[in-house]
């Protein structure tokens, strides 16, 4: 039976890029002075015993960035975009990743094996430090993991003439395999970036750059003595039991192969149980690329391996391989700007790689792909070696590697509350997210429109939406909190303070009310909202005009509206977890000050461009509007948007203090009263909610609080509350919430 031709006997619908992808990425940690970091593995990350996402390679200062399964290669490298960014800004402040695959300038004593719990591991570690030296370990790259989906597998099984659909797929993995071996030197070419080796790296000096040493006879390679055949999954398997069984190989995993089979710890259970994926070992780093390895990249070397399916598998394995491993050899140590040889093939390649983009019409984004590499093959300079040799200075990459390390470090740090490539969702999910990463908390995103996450460690599974609902909080309590009514009974009935105020389901009975709070401060507001929407404050009565706005503006909210009595005083926001308060904040409603010059709506637009400042919650402030709410306050004042106020002259936009619509943040947990915060936590607890956001009006903070005298009133609970403020504030210190929530669901972890 024939494993070749399948694909071009596959119909044109053949979902021939459903696979799914994993990488990891290897990095040094870099001190202040530029040298490899001898600190230990940052404490910040937690336990490496378990860590999912960050480990440690060979040495202490060696990361090891590991994404989950995933089921593209765009969404491959954006989970590792967030651990890569979770990875920056857990080192020391002065610490950053080397981007190089090459390290810099180091010695023998510099590589400290890494501290593992597992005495096996430290061991292993130990004997490749004694066998091969632990400069040569010092090397990193990115591993390329990639797994032909079920549907695609299972069409071709369908297609070809086996019977069984283990042998067929062990069939094609193996082919992939060889095909990977004798044609990886094309991409040594395209993708090769360790172009030199530091002073003393090599007992002997080389004498030019070259394209990539750790793919080449001087990296990633075994004794010559250590042979595995790759002409049959039998031989395969003899051959490295018979050199872990000789010394050999310490391990099975020793066997530096740029490619290997993956899915089981021990090779015999291939046999039996089936290839699951292909690991591809030969990348460098890319180190003008934040992440190492660019989208194109990740793309085109998924279009080269398709392209290794379509072309027919060599007859004479061991001595094609063979010639493949000197001829990748030769390239991998010639110069990044020679021309390739005249023994690689690169016009069976590409041909392949158009046969696979015109066959299964997968568009001008794979046929742009094929003309960059066509063009690269033209021009040596444009590959990735030939743009790094144009950075070497005084035959070193130290300047470079250092200058585009603190460039990244800059990167990672810079809008440091949101995660990178998930700007998109809410921002204290964001938050959690990156504690989830960083502590090894499992992270799944089941919808990210609804911001809803699964968490999990072992067994242990926690489903969170919106960064702290969930199964903490009984379902009735969050629509007890979103019913302002029901919140008032409650809070009453327990004996705390709250304002009076009467309920309105239309708009004509609200109007007869006017006459009972014509002259009176009040408060018209939406019965069951967030976020301060439709909520409208006056502290001096209201007209009748005036009155009928904000029941317009507050039943566009909600069906049933409430006016209540206007609570002088100040608003804090105190945020409570677990019958503890957390967090206290100060949020000064939405404003400007004048400076003579500008006119209010000019001085909006000078505000609004703090880059704290953006929309629908994915920034820790939020942009100014100038609505009906804001004219209507203004108004009040007597401003228009076009008034020129005097300098230092305040005009308030907003007579609620709601971050969501412009406010400012100050945090003031240390200087809050012990009081007030024990009655928000019992506020809360009498709620019966796990996680709640108290606001209490307090006329004099300066005051004690206690639950007879309690000097505040409450005039909202909040289910779902924001936490990104309490922790990016405008002003103050700032309380990381997140973490808790985090601690809270996964004691087990988090608390050791």
Request: with cysteine; net charge negative; aromatic share 10%.
């Amino acid at each position: 039976m024939n494993i070749n031709q399948l694909l071009q006997q596959a119909p044109k619908t053949l979902p021939i890029l459903d696979a799914t992808f994993g990488l990891e990425r290897e990095s040094l940690r870099m001190n202040k002075e530029n040298r490899i970091a001898q600190t230990p593995h940052p404490k910040s990350l937690g336990s490496r015993n378990f860590h999912p996402y960050i480990q440690t390679d060979y040495s202490e200062s060696q990361l090891e960035l590991i994404t989950p399964i995933s089921p593209s290669t765009r969404e491959a490298r954006r989970v590792l975009g967030a651990i890569t960014e979770v990875a920056y800004r857990s080192l020391e402040q002065d610490e950053y990743l080397w981007p190089l695959s090459m390290p810099p300038y180091a010695k023998e004593e510099d590589i400290r094996i890494a501290q593992l719990e597992d005495v096996h591991e430290y061991r292993y570690r130990k004997g490749l430090g004694q066998r091969y030296g632990k400069l040569l370990q010092a090397m990193s790259g990115i591993h390329y993991n990639m797994e032909l989906g079920s549907k695609l597998v299972n069409q071709l099984f369908g297609i070809s003439q086996y019977d069984s659909p283990l042998e067929f797929t062990n069939k094609l993995y193996l082919k992939l395999a060889q095909q990977f071996l004798r044609y990886r030197w094309f991409l040594t070419y395209l993708y090769g970036a360790s172009v030199m080796a530091e002073k003393g790296f090599f007992k002997e000096e080389l004498h030019h750059p070259v394209r990539s040493l750790r793919t080449s006879s001087l990296g990633y390679v075994n004794a010559t003595e250590v042979q595995v055949s790759f002409a049959s999954l039998e031989t395969y398997v003899r051959d490295i039991e018979h050199h872990v069984a000789t010394g050999a190989l310490s391990a099975e995993k020793e066997f530096y192969s740029a490619v290997r089979l993956r899915g089981h710890k021990h090779s015999r259970d291939y046999l039996t149980k089936g290839i699951r994926y292909l690991e591809f070992r030969c990348f460098d780093l890319n180190p003008f690329d934040f992440l190492a390895i660019s989208q194109e990249t990740l793309d085109t070397v998924h279009l080269f391996i398709l392209a290794l399916l379509w072309m027919d598998s060599p007859e004479n394995v061991d001595e094609t391989l063979k010639a493949a491993d000197e001829l990748n050899n030769q390239i991998a140590l010639a110069h990044p700007l020679n021309s390739l040889p005249a023994a690689a093939d690169t016009h069976t390649i590409l041909q392949a790689m158009e046969a696979v983009v015109s066959h299964f019409q997968l568009g001008d984004y794979y046929q742009d792909l094929i003309g960059t590499v066509q063009q690269q093959v033209e021009q040596p300079a444009l590959t990735l070696s030939g743009q790094i040799v144009r950075q070497i200075k005084d035959q070193s990459l130290h300047a470079f590697g250092q200058r585009q390390g603190q460039n990244f470090h800059n990167h990672a740090w810079s809008a440091p509350y949101a995660l990178k490539g998930y700007e998109e969702m809410e921002l204290s999910t964001q938050l959690l997210m990156f504690d989830a990463i960083q502590k090894g908390v499992n992270l799944e995103i089941l919808d990210k429109d609804d911001q809803f996450l699964k968490l999990w460690h072992k067994s242990h599974v926690e489903y969170v939406k919106n960064g702290n609902m969930t199964s903490k909080d009984n379902y009735v309590i969050p629509l007890a909190m979103a019913n302002k009514t029901v919140t008032k009974k409650i809070l009453a009935a327990a004996g705390f303070p709250v304002p009076a105020g009467s309920e309105f389901s239309s708009k004509a009975e609200a109007l007869r009310y006017y006459g009972q709070i014509e002259k009176r401060a009040i408060v018209v507001k939406p019965k069951s909202t967030n976020f301060g929407l439709g909520i409208s404050i006056f502290q001096e009565g209201a007209s009748l005009t005036d009155y009928e706005k904000a029941l317009d503006i507050a039943f566009l909210e909600d069906s049933q509206i409430l006016v209540e009595e206007f609570i002088a005083g100040t608003e804090y926001r105190f945020f409570v977890l677990d019958g503890k308060c957390e967090a206290v904040l100060l949020r000064v409603a939405a404003n400007v000050v004048g400076d003579g010059i500008h006119t209010i709506r000019e001085l909006v637009e000078l505000k609004n461009q703090d880059p704290l400042r953006g929309r629908d919650h994915r920034s820790p402030l939020e942009i100014i509007n100038l609505g009906d709410i804001e004219k209507l306050m203004l108004d009040q004042q007597g401003y228009t948007p076009e008034t020129i106020l005097k300098a230092g002259q305040k005009a308030e936009l907003r007579g609620n203090s709601n971050i969501s619509t412009g406010g400012d943040s100050i945090d003031v947990t240390d200087q809050m009263d012990e009081g007030y915060k024990q009655l928000a936590a019992d506020m809360a607890t009498a709620m019966g909610a796990w996680v709640c956001g108290v606001d209490l009006i307090i006329p004099d903070p300066t005051l004690p609080s206690s639950k007879e005298t309690p000097n505040c009133t409450c005039i909202e609970l909040n289910f779902n509350p924001s936490m990104y403020m309490h922790t990016y504030c405008y002003q103050g210190p700032g309380q990381a919430l997140t973490p808790k929530i985090l601690a809270k669901l996964f004691p087990e972890i988090i608390n050791k």
